[in-house]
């Protein structure tokens, strides 16, 4: 796989059927090894080992409703009371972030309310934090360490 704009993690990997998968630690299954998982991995390891995200916190891949149509985020990262703090989207390597995929991000928060955004495709990464008090958001240089 590709090198990434991360530092270097430690991943449990298997061959099965001419197939390669990674073992997800939030998902706690082995899936299936394309660019967009290894990216996500990628991110699933910064955010617990750089950033202190506590995994008990951290969910992957699940369902949300906008707009009345089913749609999937990568990663969130919960706040011990239940709101959420970081929402990733997570793009293969190969794919540009452009504005269509801050759109998808921004579509998928009307849903969620994160505190946190995060789009990558593991060799660019992009960090908003949303004010909604007044209405606003500002693009950091870097995700802060977790925090309650």
């Known amino acids: 796989m590709q090198q990434l704009a991360f530092p270097s993690y ?3 990997v298997k061959n099965n059927e ?4 990674i ?5 706690k299954k082995f899936v299936i090894l ?3 998982e290894w990216v996500r991995q990628h991110v699933i390891h910064f955010l617990i080992n ?3 995200h506590p995994k008990s916190l951290i969910n992957v891949e699940k369902e949300l409703i906008v707009n009345g149509t089913k749609k999937r985020y990568d990663i969130v990262t919960y706040r011990p009371n239940g709101s959420i703090y970081l929402m990733v ?3 293969s390597p190969k794919i540009k972030i452009t504005q269509h995929v801050f759109d998808q991000i921004a579509r998928y928060n009307l849903a969620l309310n994160a505190s946190n955004l995060m789009v990558t495709n593991g060799l660019n ?3 908003c934090q949303i004010n909604y008090n007044h209405k606003s958001y500002f693009f950091l240089e870097e995700l802060e360490t977790y925090s309650k």
Request: charged share 45%; with cysteine.
């Open 10 to 12: 430690n991943f449990r």
């Open 89 to 91: 989207e997570c793009k």
């Open 34 to 36: 394309n660019p967009e």
């Open 125 to 127: 990464h992009y960090y």
């Open 50 to 52: 750089e950033k202190k």
């Open 18 to 21: 001419n197939k390669k998968f």
């Open 23 to 27: 073992f997800d630690i939030i998902r």
